[in-house]
């Protein structure tokens, strides 16, 4: 396991910055709003060969206006409990303050080692300026510019020089799951009902997550990451500069997945921004599990699974081999069957079927059936094969590629998910000259 280390400081001193600069990706949001970061956020780093988890958390006030505060600090203690070192983070430009106070008195209750680093250290007056900071009693103090990296590397040299665990870690190259969907349809809970530990902000305002969260997951045999996302609207929807760059993220995400969890809200229709959703996970050729969550709420005289799993699989059309689970995050009803069912798909895209068996079972059917002949040219398949992709893709080899609609794809899809199982992964189908 690799070294955690927790960025803690009052609201606005550049947490999310000096965050964004050590993972070298800009994945905290970072705004001039106070109080952008309200979850805890992970990324990973590295140092003179040494790898570390980050974790950028939300700004510790006491006695402000925020009406998060007492779930920020709850978040603000639980990454303090789970990191092994603390970057503490002030602001010279605004000076030493009663905040900062709080925080350290925080830290002082924890055995962890703490690192003082003062930022928006630039020039020689804000240097001198950050000697009023020894005041803290923490011993360890580092002048640095987050914002274009001046002193980091001196913090990191004695950072990684406090780690006591062997990184022999190999957690990047883990599968991820990102849990997407429309706002408040309960994202957060599902992935707080599966770890079993309150580590994302639930509340029944819509929006309540911003930034893209992920959680380490490794039970039952099983390691892989979970990303909870922000919701993501309708453009229109979209008023604030920091929710358009959480649904930016959000889609980003999507992009850096594996597999897509997409929960949809049971009590709503299956409208045209769940469906827009699925079709970008899609599109970008991701493992797709649709989870129908706040199933305990639904009058079961009146619906069954069945008839809500033919409504949806007719939205989705017809992209139809998708797995469908019913489940109450708030009451864990089948959420670890969900995530196997996940696990499932994402081992099924990896799937590779060997070129013997590919052509044996496909070219007697395209010999039955083979494509309509376009102005009295026929097309003849010779060899199928499949490319070594991360999700699955075919090559059919054949005189006139030009001439394959895509109604004759589809059937050559429906074919493959006939015979082999690609349950919950898209299919690509190129045809090339022979």
């Known amino acids: 396991m690799s070294n955690v280390v927790a960025i803690i400081g009052r609201p606005n001193v550049g947490k999310s910055t000096l965050f964004n600069r050590l993972v070298k990706r800009r994945e905290a949001i970072v705004d001039s709003t106070s109080g952008v970061t309200r979850d805890r956020h992970y990324g990973n780093s590295e140092w003179n060969g040494k790898k570390f988890t980050l974790i950028d958390t939300g700004g510790y006030l006491i006695g402000g206006n925020d009406r998060y505060e007492k779930e920020i600090h709850k978040q603000v203690k639980i990454a303090i409990d789970e990191s092994d070192c603390i970057l503490f983070l002030v602001d010279v430009e605004i000076g030493l303050n009663s905040s900062d106070m709080d925080v350290a008195k925080l830290l002082r209750q924890s055995s962890k080692p703490v690192f003082l680093v003062v930022n928006k250290v630039d020039n020689s007056t804000r240097l001198s300026d950050s000697s009023e900071f020894y005041s803290l009693g923490i011993s360890k103090q580092f002048n640095i510019s987050a914002i274009n990296g001046s002193g980091t590397g001196d913090l990191l040299d004695e950072l990684v020089k406090s780690f006591t665990i062997a990184n022999g870690d190999k957690k990047d190259d883990l599968p991820r799951f990102a849990v997407i969907g429309r706002p408040n349809a309960g994202k957060s809970s599902f992935i707080n009902s599966l770890i079993d530990e309150k580590r994302n902000i639930v509340n029944d305002e819509a929006g309540t997550t911003r930034d893209s969260i992920e959680t380490y997951y490794n039970k039952y045999g099983f390691n892989f990451y979970l990303v909870d996302t922000a919701g993501i609207r309708k453009k229109s929807k979209i008023l604030e500069n920091i929710e358009f760059y959480s649904v930016m993220r959000s889609i980003k995400s999507i992009e850096n997945s594996d597999v897509c969890i997409l929960i949809y809200d049971a009590c709503r229709e299956f409208d045209s921004q769940v469906k827009n959703i699925f079709w970008l996970a899609a599109k970008n050729h991701k493992g797709i599990v649709i989870i129908v969550n706040k199933w305990d709420l639904i009058d079961k005289k009146n619906n069954s699974t069945e008839e809500f799993t033919k409504k949806i699989k007719k939205e989705i059309s017809p992209f139809t081999d998708v797995p469908i689970i019913f489940v109450s995050a708030l009451n864990n009803q089948r959420i670890h069957k969900s995530i196997q069912t996940a696990l499932n798909v994402f081992e099924r895209r990896k799937n590779r079927i060997p070129t013997k068996s590919l052509n044996d079972y496909l070219l007697p059917i395209i ?68």
Request: charged share 30%; net charge positive.
């Open 367 to 434: 010999l039955r059936t083979p494509p309509p002949a376009i102005k009295g040219k026929y097309i003849k398949v010779k060899f199928v094969r499949q490319l070594p992709s991360k999700h699955p893709q075919f090559t059919f080899f054949c005189n006139l590629p030009q001439y394959v609609k895509e109604p004759y794809k589809r059937f050559l899809e429906n074919k493959i998910r006939e015979k082999y199982d690609f349950t919950g992964s898209t299919i690509d189908i190129f045809m090339r000259k022979k």
